[in-house]
């Protein structure tokens, strides 16, 4: 994988993770874990979606359920 992408569900802003919607990073397995474990120490859910060489972690706060 080359990039990280991060997209909060529905577009809503997590202002507690400081991580801005729509954010991109250089893949790496640290940055991965980095962001995965800041978004469930704060008791958000986390799913995880590959499309071709970007890792698209998606989070929310309502466990992607329809708003």
Do not use: C
């Not at 991109?24 to 940055?31: A, G, I, L």
């Not at 800041?38 to 958000?44: C, D, P, Y």
């Not at 989070?59 to 992607?64: A, L, P, S, V, Y």
Request: hydrophobic share 45%; aromatic share 10%; charged share 20%.
């Amino acid at each position: 994988m080359i990039e990280i992408y991060v997209a909060y569900w529905m577009g809503t802003m997590i202002e507690s993770l400081n991580i801005p919607h729509k954010a991109s990073f250089e893949y790496s397995e640290e940055k991965r874990n980095e962001i995965i474990n800041l978004a469930l120490e704060k008791n958000l859910q986390v799913m995880l979606y590959q499309i071709s060489t970007t890792l698209i972690i998606m989070i929310d706060n309502g466990r992607f359920k329809q708003r």
